[in-house]
């Protein structure tokens, strides 16, 4: 386990959302679907985020400002320095044939750097305006559908291999859809390495922890569901959470902001 | 003599980081409970504007388990070993002992007699600690609340009780909500507060216990670099354990190790241990706390 202090060497805004790039340091840029605990200067606790973008030298992370941890992170300026711990988890199995990239809103986070391991396969990404959407110019060969439109029903008939990432709800008509797909989860996490167990998901009527055992799981790990007292926020709340970072069901990303509990990986 | 830095038990899983064990000079296990336990359901985290609460609820393999399957892991680590003991009455606490007393790798057990996130036992702390101490000659470190008025008078009766040190403190009890929706963050609505914000609280509470009993304690609550560690030495503790600064530095341990060297070394102080209870009045003690070489 790797932690270095990073330099920020560039941050555009990307839609709604900031891509922010850091010199990469020591720090390898690991696997596509890991992920890194990045310093919320101010805050107590880190929020994981998945590699956006890793050319030579750089490690880019696609950020939606929701609460007060990834607004400090998306607000960060050239020359500013934050902690860094990383890569962790699992990514993405790359040993695939006929890839198809699925994502939802901030789901896409972990594209670019997939798309260019796997030789720009294609991608169907769904958002929630046309102003979020901007986000697959960062993905080559993307099919992009708007709300009301979903990603699921814009699925070819023979999918092939999906690797998906997005809002749990998409990620659980996924696994019904699709056979074996591989699919970035997201939960509210501490730590990033095992410590915390915060980040559990239930696989066979067990909790597990997720930044260990994924992010990228296979269909049959269920999500971590969101507090009973949050039940019955509206499902479309959901739609478009950032997933490739922090607040993933949205109802949780008011909950706590990003605040932390509701910091996710994808 | 250096002041030795442990975790807070459920704070780092050593095998799932061994690297960052290996950093501590002791290894505190996750409480380990008498049957298997899948631990509250999420959402078990919340961040606070300067700590957290979590609400995991003792999830874990189950004494039995883990003595036959993680203990031999962690006895490979190269760390002393400490294991945290829970349950929800006297029995499971005399049960895990027993199957502990016999382990060559174990130095220590603590005694979780304060989880927030749990029923409690219907017996006090001390009958519990009596119950453990029938069932092993191992070195046993109470755990204790700091939410109750007089910490000092608990501490006397765990020590009278059998207890050969005190681990202080356990989280505190909070509850956040959600400012849209006014709901609880945590599924369990209630969490243990820890983080910097209780630093004060478990100061206090060191300083109580030191002034009351003879054993070393292990102070915790809130430290984040070398200074706290420091301020919780000269409130009487002579080891300190690190919690929630883990969660967000797993390089924590070398980082607070160094800065308690150079903190002490700035105040004149020959090694950090020489400020041990130079805030409490009238008090001087020096108790090493238990290590595999000395178990």
């Given at each position: 386990m790797r932690r270095e202090r990073l330099r920020v060497c560039g941050n555009e805004a990307v839609g709604p959302y900031a891509?922010?790039?850091?010199?990469?340091?020591?720090?390898?840029?690991?696997?596509?679907?890991?992920?890194?605990?990045?310093?919320?200067?101010?805050?107590?606790?880190?929020?994981?985020?998945?590699?956006?973008?890793?050319?030579?030298?750089?490690?880019?992370?696609?950020?939606?400002?929701?609460?007060?941890?990834?607004?400090?992170?998306?607000?960060?300026?050239?020359?500013?320095?934050?902690?860094?711990?990383?890569?962790?988890?699992?990514?993405f199995d790359l040993d695939v044939k006929r890839p198809l990239l699925v994502g939802g809103g901030i789901g896409v986070a972990p594209f670019p750097y997939l798309s260019d391991r796997l030789g720009a396969p294609p991608a169907i990404l769904g958002f929630r305006t046309a102003f979020h959407a901007e986000a697959a110019a960062l993905v080559p060969n993307a099919t992009v559908v708007l709300d009301p439109v979903?990603?699921?029903?814009?699925?070819?008939?023979?999918?092939?291999?999906?690797?998906?990432?997005?809002?749990?709800?998409?990620?659980?008509?996924?696994a019904q859809l699709v056979p074996g797909p591989q699919l970035a989860r997201e939960a509210p996490m501490a730590c990033g390495y095992g410590a915390c167990y915060g980040c559990i998901v239930e696989r066979a009527g067990r909790y597990v922890?997720?930044?260990?055992?994924?992010?990228?799981?296979?269909?049959?790990?269920?999500?971590?569901?969101?507090?009973?007292?949050?039940?019955?926020?509206?499902?479309?709340?959901?739609?478009?959470?950032?997933?490739?970072?922090?607040?993933?069901?949205?109802?949780?990303?008011?909950?706590?902001?990003?605040?932390?509990?509701s910091t996710v990986v994808g | 003599m250096s002041v030795p830095i442990l975790n807070a038990s459920g704070c780092l899983d050593a095998l799932a980081a061994p690297e960052v064990a290996r950093s501590l000079d002791v290894f505190v296990t996750k409480t380990i409970t008498p049957e298997p336990r899948e631990g509250n359901p999420p959402v078990r985290i919340a961040e606070t504007e300067h700590g957290m609460l979590n609400s995991i609820g003792l999830q874990g393999p189950g004494i039995d388990a883990f003595v036959a399957d993680h203990?031999?892991?962690?006895?490979?680590?190269?760390?002393?070993?400490?294991?945290?003991?829970?349950?929800?009455?006297?029995?499971?606490?005399?049960?895990c002992c027993a199957l502990l007393d016999d382990e060559p790798t174990v130095a220590a057990i603590e005694l979780n007699l304060s989880c927030p996130n749990v029923e409690e036992a219907p017996e006090t702390a001390a009958e519990l600690v009596s119950a453990a101490r029938a069932a092993t000659k191992k070195p046993l470190y109470a755990k204790l609340s700091p939410a109750q008025w007089d910490v000092a008078a608990s501490a006397?009766?765990?020590?009278?009780?059998?207890?050969?040190?005190?681990?202080?403190?356990?989280?505190?009890?909070?509850?956040?909500?959600?400012?849209?929706?006014?709901?609880?963050?945590?599924?369990?609505?209630?969490?243990?507060?820890?983080?910097?914000?209780?630093?004060?609280?478990?100061?206090?509470?060191?300083?109580?216990?030191?002034?009351?009993?003879?054993?070393?304690?292990?102070?915790?609550?809130?430290?984040?670099?070398?200074?706290?560690?420091?301020?919780?030495?000269?409130?009487?503790?002579s080891a300190v354990a690190l919690g929630t600064i883990l969660f967000s530095d797993p390089l924590a341990p070398g980082r607070v190790r160094e800065e308690l060297r150079s903190e002490a070394a700035a105040r004149g102080f020959e090694n950090a241990l020489a400020a041990r209870s130079i805030a409490v009045a009238g008090f001087e003690k020096s108790l090493q706390i238990a290590s595999n070489s000395t178990a």
């Open positions: 891509l922010v790039r850091l010199g990469r340091g020591g720090l390898e840029p690991g696997v596509p679907g890991q992920f890194f605990m990045l310093e919320a200067p101010g805050r107590p606790l880190p929020r994981p985020f998945s590699l956006c973008t890793a050319p030579p030298g750089e490690l880019g992370f696609l950020v939606e400002p929701l609460g007060p941890g990834t607004t400090t992170i998306a607000e960060l300026g050239v020359g500013d320095e934050i902690h860094v711990t990383g890569p962790l988890g699992h990514g979903l990603v699921t029903d814009a699925l070819p008939a023979d999918p092939g291999a999906v690797l998906a990432c997005g809002p749990e709800p998409m990620l659980d008509v996924l922890r997720l930044c260990l055992e994924g992010p990228v799981v296979r269909g049959g790990t269920h999500g971590s569901p969101t507090s009973p007292f949050l039940q019955g926020t509206p499902t479309r709340d959901r739609v478009g959470a950032p997933a490739g970072q922090s607040p993933a069901p949205p109802a949780k990303e008011h909950v706590s902001d990003d605040a932390s509990s | 203990l031999p892991r962690l006895g490979t680590l190269g760390v002393d070993l400490w294991v945290s003991v829970g349950g929800f009455a006297a029995p499971d606490f005399t049960r006397r009766a765990v020590v009278d009780a059998g207890a050969d040190g005190l681990s202080l403190v356990n989280t505190i009890r909070g509850l956040v909500l959600d400012a849209l929706t006014l709901r609880p963050r945590l599924a369990r609505a209630i969490g243990g507060y820890s983080g910097e914000p209780i630093r004060p609280i478990a100061l206090a509470c060191v300083h109580a216990c030191a002034t009351a009993v003879d054993v070393p304690i292990v102070g915790m609550g809130g430290v984040a670099a070398g200074l706290h560690a420091l301020e919780l030495v000269a409130a009487g503790a």
